[in-house]
């Protein structure tokens, strides 16, 4: 029975090599050697009779040694009865006999059993001490149909895990760099200047600003130059989500932990950034005893999930971002105190579009190339128009704004009718007020603003803190 255990798969010349013969005889083997393959048969029979494949073993006359029951049950006879018969007996054109004398394997070889069933068989010498002494005939497929089936359904369920595989790295990866941030106004500029240094590190970040001005581009930017850029990007808009889902969201849940959870369980977001990087875009609007449970998490680098026992470590970075005055809220207790001064590590505060006023036009011409294959131009007037215009929703606002004219524009000059009503009025508007000698009040608030601000930094060395403390406004909106 140890016959193979001292034997060598041929892989040039695709054979089975059995030890020689004083060697076998060494090691107590029985005398398989002198030309009967009784034994190795009988090693067939224990292992080969459950597989879902057919196999014969021929002896160097072309006798059949053993069959096993799929073989029998293909051909439909008694394989005991089959135990002795030529091979050719049953396959009148096999090739077994031409195995035998070349001593070469032939794989994946076509035969005809009875005219009616095809089937793909490998047929592989068995050799000792050089000589041919047997064959094994094996059956791969019971026809090329087969074979054909099962590479269409191999392909299929290749192009479906490519698929996957596809939609899962683009959920878990960054896609902005630094340079998708477009602008070369001061505040800009420092802005990408300052978020570049911190993505060195491994600090926490918390990146500030108006809704529409641009905060997931540097929380992918940051992402993507650091040194887990090649881990994965995690973003959950806490805002997006209900609140009491969102717990279960960020940390995942056991199986049966509520009403409705998927019977294997979950794992939450924070699992899945590990060795990566975790962005809460709007962590203001975070729950309070998910608040809790995140400061937890940062200062432990562990996660247990909902109904879990088990702590589990996590390796991730966190970059936070929010449209929200968070030490107001600390005043009002809608915000914990002590998480604000874990993520607001290293700040990063992204200017309003209305304070960079001579982006706009770089920021035309991009949205212009990246939503028209046309070669578009903003007429002046309406450029003009577009300078004026406060931009109370900031860069998303104006993405909006020229896809609209886009659409609306059959040439390929956008004019002051191919934007939105509301852009045309308050152009019309500050246009009539200056004509009559008279500011607009918005331009008077923000001339009166100027003077203000002017003064204080005056008084203040130019420190922007002190500044805001004397103004009695944060930081961020300074």
Request: aromatic share 6%; hydrophobic share 40%.
């Amino acid at each position: 029975m140890g016959v193979l255990a001292d034997s060598k798969a041929d892989t040039n010349g695709m054979a089975i090599h059995l030890a020689p013969r004083g060697r076998a005889q060494r090691n107590g083997f029985p005398g398989v050697f002198t030309g009967e393959l009784n034994d190795l048969a009988e090693l067939f029979k224990l292992t080969l009779d459950s597989v879902y494949s057919g196999t014969i073993v021929c002896d160097k006359h072309s006798r059949i040694l053993y069959m096993n029951r799929f073989y029998a049950d293909l051909l439909g006879v008694d394989r005991e009865e089959a135990v002795g018969r030529h091979i050719m007996d049953f396959f009148p054109s096999s090739r077994v006999p031409s195995v035998i004398d070349s001593g070469r394997a032939e794989l994946g070889a076509r035969c005809t059993l009875r005219a009616a069933i095809d089937l793909v068989v490998n047929r592989i010498p068995i050799k000792a001490d050089g000589e041919t002494i047997g064959v094994v005939l094996q059956t791969v497929f019971r026809s090329y149909t087969e074979v054909n089936e099962l590479m269409k359904r191999l392909n299929s369920l290749e192009k479906r895990v490519v698929q996957y595989k596809r939609g899962l790295d683009s959920m878990l990866s960054a896609t902005y760099t630094f340079d998708s941030i477009v602008g070369e106004s001061k505040g800009i500029v420092e802005a990408k200047q300052l978020a570049e240094k911190y993505a060195r590190t491994d600090a926490a970040v918390l990146i500030m600003g108006a809704t529409g001005t641009g905060k997931e581009l540097f929380a992918h930017s940051v992402h993507l130059a650091s040194d887990r850029r090649d881990g994965p990007f995690v973003c959950v808009n806490c805002a997006a989500i209900p609140r009491d889902l969102l717990e279960s969201e960020l940390f995942g849940y056991e199986a049966g932990a509520f009403t409705g959870a998927r019977q294997k369980g979950k794992a939450g977001k924070i699992e899945l950034a590990d060795r990566g990087t975790l962005f809460l875009d709007e962590i203001g609007d975070i729950p309070a005893n998910a608040q809790a449970k995140l400061l937890r998490v940062l200062e432990s680098k562990k996660i247990e999930r909902l109904g879990g026992v088990k702590a589990v470590s996590v390796d991730f970075r966190l970059v936070a971002a929010t449209h929200r005055d968070l030490k107001s809220m600390i005043k009002r207790e809608e915000f914990r105190e002590d998480l604000f001064y874990r993520v607001n590590t290293m700040t990063v505060e992204v200017p309003d579009l209305s304070a960079r006023e001579e982006d706009i036009p770089l920021l035309v011409e991009h949205f212009l190339d990246a939503v028209s294959e046309r070669r578009l131009y903003v007429s002046p007037e309406a450029l003009s128009m577009l300078e004026r215009y406060p931009w109370p929703g900031n860069v998303r606002e104006l993405r909006s704004a020229v896809e609209r004219a886009v659409t609306l524009a059959d040439g390929v000059e956008l004019e002051p009718a191919h934007f939105p009503t509301e852009i045309q009025g308050y152009a019309h508007n500050a246009v009539s007020v200056r004509e009559k000698g008279v500011q607009s009040l918005a331009k008077s608030i923000s001339t009166y603003e100027k003077e203000v601000l002017s003064k204080a930094l005056a008084a203040t060395g130019g420190n922007m803190s002190r500044t805001a403390r004397l103004l009695g406004i944060s930081r961020s909106t300074l």
